[in-house]
């Protein structure tokens, strides 16, 4: 189940590759997950081009050195930490850096359970 949605999203999400890569290495961090946050940083280092600096923050937990994906992590934080039930603030805030409604339901599907 888990890999016909993960190759759903990779196929039809409106998000780039980075910003795929920003969501899923988000989730895998939260989660606490080293053998995810493994495989999505070979990911998004090798296949996706995402920057270095943004993988290492998110596997650090420190600030995003790009505005847009830095608001995405936060707002896939939040559906996280709030179970897809977003403040009305943190969805203008995400709408704000350029995302879209879409991009909302398309964060909250791929949000697996926390182990």
Known sequence: MYQLGYAAFWA???FTP???EVVFLTISRLNG???????HSLAADKLSNVSGAVTDAIR???EIPDEKLSALAKFTRVMVEQRALPQTRDVEAFLAAGYGERQ???ISWPLPSKP
């Open 60 to 62: 650090n937990d420190t």
């Open 12 to 14: 039809e999400s409106g």
């Open 104 to 106: 909302i339901l398309e």
């Open 33 to 39: 997950c080293e053998y995810c946050m493994a495989g």
């Open 18 to 20: 980075v910003e795929q």
